[in-house]
């Protein structure tokens, strides 16, 4: 546990709040009176949401910016001292979705400051306890403040079956080195996702003081970005991220114990995901629930004449396809009047590829020679478009 917590009162009751039905500025405001804001007067307080993405409010991607407005409101009026800061998946400006998430526009009007942290040369942090991970390069600001508050988006993520306020810290790491967590070698011996024992050792040294989860509008199904929204207009707040993450896991129709890193990370008592352990309120809290739509485990299932190989690639590649096949999958096969299906590659972990699959962004580069292929990382629609059909739009002529 964070031991230096300031919102632990009492180190044996972990404590989660659970606001709905008010909108997200108030639920916000009332799920944040079970924590004692006043221990953070005169601190340094980062409020880190999720701003990882160009998506606007309500598309269940981004934290909504009400949510935000509250928790500066909040913490200024506890009289701390705060700033608003991410660092975007690979390809995004922080400056540039902060803005598409409307929350520079309601932290200027708060004099709230708003980080780039992306802008300085990072700081290196060990991992003493990790399985896989030795080192994290930390954007520098994370290391100036006395108070990390996550303020994640409820949403389901295909890759790690939920991303939530201990995952949200991944947001933390500087520029591309967020990639290294997906790129990891298989674990010899062991069943497990790299990228989840990742996140695990993540956690064992980057934990927020407090969670304040945004489920105003979540998504499921195709998670990080190429889902559907899902509106639950709840808020859960907790000084302990691994129970704040199992609430939400079952406001969404799943159990923390299901998620391999959260699992793990409890395994390694980073925080209590039993719920038996865990006072939460108010009682009815379950009445809220409604279950989110799985991920598939299988892009093909959802893109029938598609066959997706990933092998290690990491969310920005998927997130660039999953939007591509969403916008043109129905109507690419008319500009292929040869082919009624398409083999798609990425990820760096491809040793051999059928003839002609499709091979995107940099780490498929080996088969550049052998197979069609665009570069970038990630690439770009309008590339991915052009190399299959030589347009850069489907519009209708
Ligand atoms: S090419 Fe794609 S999978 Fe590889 S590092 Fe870049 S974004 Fe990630």
Redesign the pocket.
Known sequence: MNTDNPFFNNQNEVRVAVAHGQGPYQNTLTALQSVFLGSVRDKRVLLKPNAGRMARPGEGVTTHPEVVTAAIDAFQQAGADVAVGDSP???VKALEALEATGITAVAQKRNCPILDMDRRRFVEMDIPDCRVLNKLKLCADVLEFDVIVSIPVMKMHMHTDVTLSVKNMKGCLWR?SK?QL??LPPIEGSDEKPLNVAIADMASVLRPHLAIIDGTVGMEGLGPAAGQPKALDCVVVSADAFAADAVACRLMGTRAEDVPHLRMGAERQLGVIDLDRVKITPEHWRDWASDFVRPPQNLSIEFPNVTVRDN???????S?LLLFLKEYADKIFDYLPEQNRLDIA???GHTELPEKTLC?????ARFKDSNPYVP????VASEILKKLTGRTTLDKE
């Open positions: 998946i690979t390809g591309r990639v997906h790129m290690n690639s990491c969310s920005a590649c998927q660039t990425i990820g760096k995107l962004g940099n780490c498929t970038g990382c990630p690439p």
